[in-house]
């Protein structure tokens, strides 16, 4: 007999109930992003609180432990996904991503293994190709599917180690970074910061830091004076999208230098390799294809919800011998690579699989609409902020980013903190070029013409509050 008591308890019969909690709350969050106040209302030690900082002795049903969760963080949350958050490059999500995202953590497929995984394996293969098609980046390239920008430069730079100490007869895999050939590390001067972080990872020490212009692009001639000064193993780290100017480099000459010296070229193009699949836009990243790695993120311009960065390697073999491992109770596959042996992990969730789902839904055009959508923005903001008196641009707004200050530093920072206690419009204050500037970063699928002509008139009336404060 059917004790259905008992029936009721399997782990299968319960998800029901608690996916629907959730999916209420997911839809009710959604829903007011738009909305709301941008910033969280309440701090950390605040939420601890709400959510109650013991750990109980018995536990409570899945459904409560989703409604506290829910309902206990929801004013510590902050609007990233709104379409006037300008704070950091990091965007909103797309339905089809999250829907997509959703089925990823049901389906719960470990991708490390091709022969076990083969669906989830695909889907992301399927995502690879297409991503080299649309960036117009070298067919034969590998696709590693990362948690963000920071470990897919981590993983390009793990097979550029490799490959220029095996040029200069040296196997780290086997040997170690001690006693071995220094590999020189030469970035400029205003790329990010995370590329200091994949080189400490990689033991490669502080970067060698060349000069770079008034947009923020690494000078050309310095590169070259830099490269001639000694030799040996080189990597040489260029940027597609300056976080203060959005500025790229000059790929085409930069490469060559660089190619001369031997170097292996690595293209930090988080959110700016994405120019490439504009038509309009692509001369901005024009000579990049010449490099030999690429990184990038999916969670950022191609919104897709976290975490997904992207890193693309032309001598697959290298990123092979950098990344792989081997061991007797994994079904290794006898076609091509697994797919662990593009990232650090071995096991991961199928985290590709959104970003198919955003190039299926867009295509080819709707994605160089997405780009230049984000660039037409940026530009709507600054043509309507600039147009403001005292107000000046500081950079060449080229792409997505803008930088512009006030009649001094301290005037500028109390606009962005007006904006933050506003709530309507974030944007954040940085230091470039030795001035406080307030930066908006257009990286959200939803800023529209309206939520820039928005934008520009809540900035209008913080300024006009600012001035009168003062
Ligand atoms: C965001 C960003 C990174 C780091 O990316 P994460 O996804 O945060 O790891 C690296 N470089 C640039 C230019 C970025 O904008």
């Known amino acids: 007999m059917v004790d259905h008591g008992e029936q009721q308890r399997k782990p299968q019969s319960s998800y029901d109930e608690v996916l629907g909690v959730a999916e209420h709350h997911a839809r009710a969050w959604l829903s007011s992003v738009t909305e709301r106040p941008i910033p969280p209302r309440l701090q950390a030690e605040e939420i601890k609180d709400r959510l109650g900082r013991e750990l109980p002795d018995d536990g409570e049903p899945a459904t409560e432990v989703i409604a506290r969760l829910a309902e206990g963080t929801e004013p510590g949350m902050i609007a990233i996904g709104s379409p006037r958050f300008y704070g950091w490059v990091i965007g909103g999500t797309q339905p089809v991503a999250l829907a997509a995202d959703w089925l990823v953590s049901a389906w719960d497929q470990n991708t490390g293994l091709r022969k076990i995984t ?51 007869g040296w196997d780290v895999e086997t040997a170690g970074l001690a006693g071995g050939p220094r590999i020189r590390f030469i970035v400029g001067e205003e790329r990010h910061g995370t590329v200091d972080l994949a080189g400490r990872y990689l033991g490669l020490g502080s970067p060698t830091v060349v000069d770079s212009d008034e947009q923020g692009r690494i000078r050309v001639d310095a590169l070259r004076r ?82 997904c960065g992207i890193a693309i390697v032309r001598d697959g073999p290298a990123m092979h011998r950098a990344l792989s491992m081997h061991a007797s109770y994994l079904q290794a596959t006898d076609v091509g690579a697994d797919p662990h042996e593009k990232v650090p992990e071995l096991s991961r969730r199928a985290r590709g699989i959104p970003t198919w789902a955003v190039l299926r839904a867009l295509g080819r055009s709707g994605i160089a609409r997405l780009v230049e959508g984000l660039a037409d923005a940026a530009r709507g903001i600054a043509d309507g902020v600039g147009a403001l008196p005292g107000v000046e ?63 520009v008139a809540a900035v209008e009336r913080a300024i006009g509050e600012v001035r009168t404060a003062r």
């Open 226 to 307: 830099e490269l001639a000064a000694s030799s040996g193993p080189a990597i040489v780290l260029l940027q597609a999208g300056n976080i203060h100017s959005g500025a790229f480099d000059d790929f085409a000459e930069a490469i060559a230098i660089a190619h001369e010296a031997d170097a292996w070229v690595h293209v930090d193009g988080a959110f700016g390799l994405w120019a490439a699949a504009s038509p309009r836009l692509r001369h901005l990243v024009s000579g990049m294809e010449g490099a030999d790695s690429w990184s990038t993120d999916a969670h950022k311009t191609l919104s897709v919800p976290y975490d």
């Open 118 to 168: 083969p669906a989830a394996v695909a889907v992301e293969e399927l995502a690879g190709e297409w991503l080299l098609d649309m960036l117009g980046l070298p067919s034969e390239s590998e696709v590693g599917f990362t948690t963000g920008a920071t470990l897919a430069q981590f993983t390009c730079l793990a097979a550029a180690r490799d490959e220029v100490l095996r040029r200069a």
């Open 393 to 455: 641009v500081l950079n060449d707004v080229v792409f997505t980013q803008v930088c512009l200050t006030l009649d001094d530093d301290a005037t500028t920072a109390a606009l962005s903190e007006h904006l933050w206690n506003e709530g309507e419009v974030l944007a954040m204050t940085s230091r470039w070029h030795d001035r406080a500037v307030v930066r908006f970063s257009v990286s959200n699928w939803g800023t529209d013409a309206a939520q820039v002509a928005r934008t």
